[in-house]
């Protein structure tokens, strides 16, 4: 087993959601969820992540900012997309200034439903995300 | 005279989930200047009223900003309600009081929570969100949902709660209201934290109204408004007061916070004392013709819906004036002349929230 499946750190950042699934996402953090003592660490820093967890859609202004925080991060890293609106821009798809999905920029690994998604979901996800980590990882250790 | 500095400050930053970017002029240590740059969450759910009928606009409304998604809703539907001339029944109204002000409570354990942790006291943050999931348990029970719920409709609610519930959800609140006793005593006596937030961020009264402040804000300096007395909903039939405080610093804004989770506890037991039996919704009948302006105190502050209808069933015009928004210009007065270090903190005492903001 890999060490970064151990403990795998996250990296939250908002496209364009309305809070509902952020405040999903840090109340994994907190005492009912608790995901830390799993190993999983809430970062600030693109650098130290393994997990990209990305909630709401995007929009054109912060497509280079997704962009870049997925490229800081270094390999092998996994995108979740959190919720409907990270998924296919849900209820917001039709707006002028969504763009859509964070598929349309970013090769997302895992889908995780739900408007907004619940604390339960969002560790599920974390959890097919580290399976998916754990792959990659090895794929890089074959080259 | 030091030279002067340009740090940018965001969009994916610490302090808060959310994106907003600050370029923070610099002379030294002390901020001299923030230029704030939004539009990171604009999504213009606004125009989307020419694509969704007035009736799916609820739930559209209500994902304006989901930590006050009740009260989006219930302004949306009492803004067409007015345009109708609807009237709501009184057991409606009282059921949503009753959410509304779990919503505050909800919604200021959490700006307690990232208040903490922006001072850096991880586990008073931790104890605030850990009371905060009790409220959305009771969430959960009554509506179905922990942050969008959906149960507010226009001509009412669309679920009763019954007296048991109602009568577990004061006790639930009772026992809360003695965990978060203990919770108050480290926030407003612990002596770290006042040598964060004393003095800290000082607004005074002339600058609160002349940037026009709203909410907690406007009211830690000296300056009582509150919508709630407008008496809209069920507020009429509720004895209450607005909480101010006079120093007009973060330390001040906490206290009205913190006082205001005890009020809306206190407005949840009388509204359950004084909830009648009834019908919750009425039926609705037509479309909308003609424009209508409703002013909501959200926690945090307060909020104007417009709505315009042409008596089709799609919306000409939706507009909302968040509270964020109103308090942006009171924010960046506080920034003049703080330190770099306190940026985090003078930032979180507006409790900002980016995503109703831009919208
Ligand atoms: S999926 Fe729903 S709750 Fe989550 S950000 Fe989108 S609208 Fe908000």
């Known amino acids: ?143 | 005279m030091g030279k002067r500095t340009v740090i940018p400050f965001g969009p994916q930053h610490p302090v808060l989930p959310e994106p907003i970017h600050l370029d923070l002029v610099l002379e030294d240590e002390k901020v001299v200047e923030a230029i704030p740059q939004i539009g990171y969450i604009h999504r213009g759910l606004e125009k989307l009223v020419e694509k969704r009928d007035f009736k799916q606009y609820t739930y559209v409304a209500e994902r304006i900003c989901g930590i006050c998604s009740f009260m989006h809703g219930m302004g949306y539907c009492m803004a067409v309600e007015g345009i109708m001339e609807i009237e709501v029944p009184e057991r409606g109204k009282f059921l949503r009081t009753i959410w509304a002000e779990v919503s505050r409570i909800h919604s200021h354990l959490l700006w307690l929570g990232l208040t903490a942790d922006a001072f850096g006291f991880e586990s008073l943050f931790m104890h605030s969100w850990r009371l905060r999931e009790e409220v959305l348990d009771l969430f959960e029970q009554t509506t179905g949902g922990r942050v969008i719920f959906s149960v507010c409709d226009i001509g009412g609610v669309r679920k009763d709660i019954d007296a048991e519930m109602l009568n577990t959800m004061v006790s639930v609140l009772t026992r809360m209201e003695k965990e978060l006793r203990d919770l108050t005593d480290v926030f407003l006596n612990d002596m770290s934290v006042k040598h964060r937030t004393v003095g800290v961020g000082v607004l005074s009264k002339e600058k609160a109204q002349e940037t026009g402040a709203v909410g907690p804000m406007a009211r830690a300096s000296g300056i009582s408004v509150d919508m709630r007395t407008l008496g809209y909903a069920a507020y009429k039939h509720l004895q209450f007061e607005p909480i101010t405080a006079e120093a007009g610093d973060s330390y001040a804004r906490m206290e009205v916070r913190i006082g205001e989770v005890y009020q809306a506890i206190e407005l949840i037991r009388q509204c359950v004392e004084l909830i009648p039996e009834g019908d919750v919704i009425t039926k609705i009948k037509g479309n909308p013709n003609g424009e209508h302006f409703i002013r909501l105190e959200q926690p945090r502050g307060e909020v104007i819906y417009y709505v315009k209808a042409n008596g089709t069933s799609f919306l000409d015009r939706f507009r909302v004036r968040t509270p964020t928004f109103a308090n942006v210009p009171a924010l960046l007065e506080t920034l003049k002349d703080c330190d770099l270090a306190d940026v985090p903190i003078l930032i979180l005492t507006i409790d900002p929230c980016i995503s109703c903001t831009e919208r």
């Open chain 1, 1 to 143: 087993m890999n060490f970064n499946k151990k403990s795998p750190w996250i990296l939250h950042y908002d496209g364009s959601s309305c809070n509902g699934c952020d405040i999903g996402v840090l109340a994994c953090l907190t005492p009912l969820y608790d995901v830390e003592r799993f190993g999983v660490i809430n970062t600030g820093n693109p650098r130290h992540a393994d997990i990209l967890l990305l909630t709401g859609s995007l929009n054109a202004q912060n497509i280079p900012v997704v962009q870049q925080i997925y490229d800081q991060m270094p390999e092998p890293k996994v995108v979740a997309a959190i919720g409907i609106c990270a998924t296919s821009g849900g209820i917001f798809a039709e707006c002028y200034n969504v763009v859509g999905g964070v598929d349309k920029v970013l090769p997302v690994d895992v889908y995780v439903p739900g408007c907004a998604a619940r604390p339960q979901a969002i560790i599920d996800g974390v959890v097919k995300a580290l399976s998916i980590l754990d792959e990659k990882q090895n794929a890089l250790k074959g080259r």
